[in-house]
């Protein structure tokens, strides 16, 4: 007994031992913004938007800037600017300017993935300016706070599937994935908001170019699988010109639009042809149609199975020209090289130089399951 | 007096079933944090092959152990040892063991020591955490072994229910990092299963566990039971890595199994992986206790020292050990070299052994059955 009580007071004491990191001294680093300097090549300028909790603030958001050559040398050179030690144990947003993202983004995330204090969890983004440029506009002019903003403006597309999940573990992964390129997504300062335009597609490390939000949407229809997606589509109207009920709309409109969503997804690829570089993929697709801009017979059976194929034709005719623009641009982000590569092992740059040539048989089947209490 | 057959005492005895939670946690520790990359830079993504050759192998060491073992009718390997080669020789094995012993247990500290100095304290000096974990073992070896495998008992399900986290990792997983199958040569396969060893070091216990056990003839079933689990573990955790890992990523990893629980996140615990690392105590502590417990139960068996004074040694040294080792490739390099040592000691010796004991057996029949006619 006397043993186990000698035991416990020394476990008890040798806590003390322990830095202690009491949470008013903190600043807890929720974002940062990195960037190439534009004088000195090898600079980073970095911005970091951090949490205070000091009861006597206004604001319990704090941003500060500061320059080095490594990212633990500019937090370094932060915390002499700050009155709170900064510490990056909940990075939620890590943003890269474009000119950085378009430099090669690798050797500041593996500096991140080899911290064991950062999350894997935390979001990455490219910004379409100065990463800094865009949290300081953000942080002066709006009243919002900036670095929940972002965590939240990037969480809760995510979570409704707009957006492809980008996390720094995803990012890697696809990084050093062979035949699999990362996309991440591009933001814009819209009315002193934060706002994500587009999609940055990456080619390995370095940015290789942009595509709208609806072109990303078909990445993860091919890639992955949808709980419940939307999309919007705009078909030509010539082809429903017989069945359309003339009477009820007087519109003369050169579209039908149409707005699918709880929209569902599966779908598998399979390499076909290793001469041809041939994909075959196979996409079922179920939906609910929520809007559509003329009055069709919804009710009747070959009207929705002419909309099912027409709806299929246009997101064929989209896929096929997204495609067209990954060749040109030689990205990868849906995956066909790690396809390949799980049949023929082969290199990154090796497939690099195929990918112009690959071919993708598209078997897509869209089924329409509801429409709105209506007919 | 014949030093190779042991008597002990009836409250000193364990029980079979505890040799199942006896394998798995000696065996458990910290290899397992680090094995699924050493088994990945061998064998590639048909790893998760060589564990299972691995598997197979250690299974056929530990038939070979209890084969050594069941020859005599209640000893230890030092008997065996003393019985074979003689008073001097067997002294001079024992030593080995105990100096091995001593190496693998200052390796698992400075292992979990660094662990804990990357993912949660990095200015926490080593010295307080290894007097912590020195502490901790003294308390437990001191009070016997039937204390020691009580901890072992406990801890094991307290530390089980990290498995259960794994199951993010596992929706991660994708199924194109297993392809193409069987790409890795044989011999590569073996390599890689070699690579496992210092993950499955210190089934050595069974050796001087074995006289303790009271109901024997239910040993080998509880061993390899535990033994099945510490191979279920290893393959677990190497095909989840080999599935959530890049093929470039998982060579640079060095400790895989952690980063796993990396992806773990909830609102009320955002850093799971701090947990898991605080939690990583649980499963090397039962290790680290029943390492100290060989190598003072050894020392008392061969110089008759007292187990409290031979402990209080062990105890200053591993402190010392673990507080000044700093740099992070001594300690990879010190780990190497013990999974290198205990390859030949834990696995190739005993198969070596039985051939002997089973040719000495035959010699003494014969010596006998000539001394009667």
């Given at each position: 007994m006397k043993r186990l009580i000698l035991v416990s007071i020394f476990l008890l004491l040798s806590a003390g031992c322990a830095p202690a990191y009491p949470i008013e001294r903190?600043?807890?680093?929720n974002t940062i913004g990195v960037d190439s300097d534009n004088e000195d090549s090898q600079a980073l300028n970095t911005t970091y938007v951090y949490f205070q909790f000091d009861p006597n603030a206004k604001n319990i958001n704090e941003i500060i800037s500061s320059k080095a050559k490594t990212l633990k040398g500019a937090r370094e050179k932060a915390n002499v600017k700050s009155n709170f030690q900064l510490v990056p144990g909940k990075l939620r947003v890590l943003m890269m300017g474009r000119p950085l993202a378009e430099k090669g983004v690798a050797s500041i995330l593996d500096t991140l993935v080899r911290?064991?204090?950062?999350?894997?969890t935390m979001f990455l983004a490219v910004a379409d300016q100065a990463a800094g440029d865009v949290l300081h506009e953000v942080f002066q002019r709006s009243t919002t706070n900036v670095g929940n903003h972002l965590y939240q403006l990037i969480d809760t597309n995510v979570d409704q599937e707009i957006l492809i999940r980008t996390t720094l573990r995803d990012f890697m992964h696809k990084y050093y994935d062979i035949g699999s390129d990362p996309v991440l997504p591009l933001i814009s300062v819209v009315e002193h908001m934060p706002s994500i335009e587009r999609m940055a597609l990456f080619r390995d490390e370095t940015y290789a170019g942009d595509i709208s939000i609806e072109e990303g949407f078909f990445i993860k229809l091919l890639s992955g699988r949808y709980q419940s997606g939307r999309i919007e589509l705009s078909l030509p109207i010539e082809e429903f010109e017989n069945i359309r009920q003339k009477d009820t709309d007087q519109r003369e409109e050169e579209s039908l639009f149409l707005s699918l969503s709880e929209l569902r997804s599966h779908n598998s690829i399979k390499l076909v042809s290793k001469e041809e570089l041939r994909f075959q993929s196979d996409i079922k697709v179920q939906a609910r149609l929520l809007e559509i801009s003329e009055q069709l017979e919804l009710d009747k059976e070959e009207v929705v199975k002419k909309l099912e194929k027409a709806i299929e034709k246009d997101i064929n005719r989209q896929i096929n020209q997204l495609l067209d623009k990954f060749r040109e641009l030689k990205v990868d982000p849906i995956g066909f090289g790690s396809i390949y590569n799980a049949k023929h092992p082969t290199t990154q740059e090796e497939w690099r130089n195929l990918l112009p040539e690959m071919k993708l048989d598209l078997n897509l089947n869209v089924n329409i399951i509801r429409q709105g209490i209506i007919d | 007096m014949n030093p190779t057959n042991l008597t002990i005492k009836p409250t000193m005895r364990i029980k079979a079933f505890y040799l199942f939670f006896i394998m798995t946690s000696i065996q458990t520790g910290s290899g397992i944090m680090g094995v699924p990359r050493y088994i990945y830079m061998q064998s590639k993504q048909d790893a998760w092959i060589s564990v299972l050759i691995a598997g197979v192998l250690v299974h056929i060491v530990l038939a070979a152990m209890f084969a050594i073992l069941n020859h005599y009718e209640n000893t230890d390997i030092l008997g065996v040892q003393t019985d074979l080669f003689g008073k001097w020789i067997g002294k001079l094995l024992g030593t080995i063991y105990i100096i091995y012993f001593f190496f693998v247990l200052l390796s698992v500290t400075m292992d979990y020591i660094q662990v804990v100095q990357t993912f949660i304290f990095p200015r926490l000096s080593a010295w307080v955490l290894a007097s912590v974990l020195v502490l901790l073992i003294v308390y437990a070896v001191m009070s016997g072994l039937r204390v020691a495998v009580g901890i072992t008992f406990i801890f094991f399900f307290l530390s089980l229910w990290l498995l259960v986290f794994l199951y993010k990792s596992v929706t991660y997983m994708e199924i194109t990092h297993f392809q193409p199958f069987l790409s890795a040569s044989p011999l590569e396969l073996l390599q890689g299963a070699r690579h496992t060893s210092y993950s499955y070091l210190g089934m050595e216990i069974l050796f001087f566990i074995y006289p303790f056990i009271s109901n024997k003839e239910k040993a080998k079933l509880a061993t390899h039971l535990g033994l099945g689990m510490t191979t279920f573990l290893i393959l677990l955790v190497t095909v989840i890595s080999i599935g959530y890992f890049s093929p470039g990523e998982l060579p640079e990893q060095i400790w895989p199994v952690l980063v796993l629980f990396k992806i773990v996140e909830y609102s009320v615990v955002g850093r799971f992986d701090v947990l898991v690392v605080t939690e990583w105590m649980m499963v090397i502590l039962p290790n680290m206790i029943l390492l100290a417990w060989m190598i003072s139960h050894i020392t008392k068996r061969l110089y008759h020292v007292q187990q409290r004074k031979v402990l209080m040694v062990v105890a200053i040294l591993l402190l010392i050990g673990a507080g000044i080792t700093k740099h992070e490739y001594f300690i990879l390099q010190f780990i190497n070299g013990v999974a290198a040592s205990g390859f030949w000691i834990a696995f190739v010796y005993p198969i070596i052994l039985l051939p002997m004991v089973w040719l000495k057996g035959k010699w003494k029949k014969s010596k006998k059955a000539g001394a009667k006619t």
């Amino acid at each position: 007994m006397k043993r186990l009580i000698l035991v416990s007071i020394f476990l008890l004491l040798s806590a003390g031992c322990a830095p202690a990191y009491p949470i008013e001294r903190l600043g807890i680093i929720n974002t940062i913004g990195v960037d190439s300097d534009n004088e000195d090549s090898q600079a980073l300028n970095t911005t970091y938007v951090y949490f205070q909790f000091d009861p006597n603030a206004k604001n319990i958001n704090e941003i500060i800037s500061s320059k080095a050559k490594t990212l633990k040398g500019a937090r370094e050179k932060a915390n002499v600017k700050s009155n709170f030690q900064l510490v990056p144990g909940k990075l939620r947003v890590l943003m890269m300017g474009r000119p950085l993202a378009e430099k090669g983004v690798a050797s500041i995330l593996d500096t991140l993935v080899r911290d064991a204090k950062i999350t894997d969890t935390m979001f990455l983004a490219v910004a379409d300016q100065a990463a800094g440029d865009v949290l300081h506009e953000v942080f002066q002019r709006s009243t919002t706070n900036v670095g929940n903003h972002l965590y939240q403006l990037i969480d809760t597309n995510v979570d409704q599937e707009i957006l492809i999940r980008t996390t720094l573990r995803d990012f890697m992964h696809k990084y050093y994935d062979i035949g699999s390129d990362p996309v991440l997504p591009l933001i814009s300062v819209v009315e002193h908001m934060p706002s994500i335009e587009r999609m940055a597609l990456f080619r390995d490390e370095t940015y290789a170019g942009d595509i709208s939000i609806e072109e990303g949407f078909f990445i993860k229809l091919l890639s992955g699988r949808y709980q419940s997606g939307r999309i919007e589509l705009s078909l030509p109207i010539e082809e429903f010109e017989n069945i359309r009920q003339k009477d009820t709309d007087q519109r003369e409109e050169e579209s039908l639009f149409l707005s699918l969503s709880e929209l569902r997804s599966h779908n598998s690829i399979k390499l076909v042809s290793k001469e041809e570089l041939r994909f075959q993929s196979d996409i079922k697709v179920q939906a609910r149609l929520l809007e559509i801009s003329e009055q069709l017979e919804l009710d009747k059976e070959e009207v929705v199975k002419k909309l099912e194929k027409a709806i299929e034709k246009d997101i064929n005719r989209q896929i096929n020209q997204l495609l067209d623009k990954f060749r040109e641009l030689k990205v990868d982000p849906i995956g066909f090289g790690s396809i390949y590569n799980a049949k023929h092992p082969t290199t990154q740059e090796e497939w690099r130089n195929l990918l112009p040539e690959m071919k993708l048989d598209l078997n897509l089947n869209v089924n329409i399951i509801r429409q709105g209490i209506i007919d | 007096m014949n030093p190779t057959n042991l008597t002990i005492k009836p409250t000193m005895r364990i029980k079979a079933f505890y040799l199942f939670f006896i394998m798995t946690s000696i065996q458990t520790g910290s290899g397992i944090m680090g094995v699924p990359r050493y088994i990945y830079m061998q064998s590639k993504q048909d790893a998760w092959i060589s564990v299972l050759i691995a598997g197979v192998l250690v299974h056929i060491v530990l038939a070979a152990m209890f084969a050594i073992l069941n020859h005599y009718e209640n000893t230890d390997i030092l008997g065996v040892q003393t019985d074979l080669f003689g008073k001097w020789i067997g002294k001079l094995l024992g030593t080995i063991y105990i100096i091995y012993f001593f190496f693998v247990l200052l390796s698992v500290t400075m292992d979990y020591i660094q662990v804990v100095q990357t993912f949660i304290f990095p200015r926490l000096s080593a010295w307080v955490l290894a007097s912590v974990l020195v502490l901790l073992i003294v308390y437990a070896v001191m009070s016997g072994l039937r204390v020691a495998v009580g901890i072992t008992f406990i801890f094991f399900f307290l530390s089980l229910w990290l498995l259960v986290f794994l199951y993010k990792s596992v929706t991660y997983m994708e199924i194109t990092h297993f392809q193409p199958f069987l790409s890795a040569s044989p011999l590569e396969l073996l390599q890689g299963a070699r690579h496992t060893s210092y993950s499955y070091l210190g089934m050595e216990i069974l050796f001087f566990i074995y006289p303790f056990i009271s109901n024997k003839e239910k040993a080998k079933l509880a061993t390899h039971l535990g033994l099945g689990m510490t191979t279920f573990l290893i393959l677990l955790v190497t095909v989840i890595s080999i599935g959530y890992f890049s093929p470039g990523e998982l060579p640079e990893q060095i400790w895989p199994v952690l980063v796993l629980f990396k992806i773990v996140e909830y609102s009320v615990v955002g850093r799971f992986d701090v947990l898991v690392v605080t939690e990583w105590m649980m499963v090397i502590l039962p290790n680290m206790i029943l390492l100290a417990w060989m190598i003072s139960h050894i020392t008392k068996r061969l110089y008759h020292v007292q187990q409290r004074k031979v402990l209080m040694v062990v105890a200053i040294l591993l402190l010392i050990g673990a507080g000044i080792t700093k740099h992070e490739y001594f300690i990879l390099q010190f780990i190497n070299g013990v999974a290198a040592s205990g390859f030949w000691i834990a696995f190739v010796y005993p198969i070596i052994l039985l051939p002997m004991v089973w040719l000495k057996g035959k010699w003494k029949k014969s010596k006998k059955a000539g001394a009667k006619t």
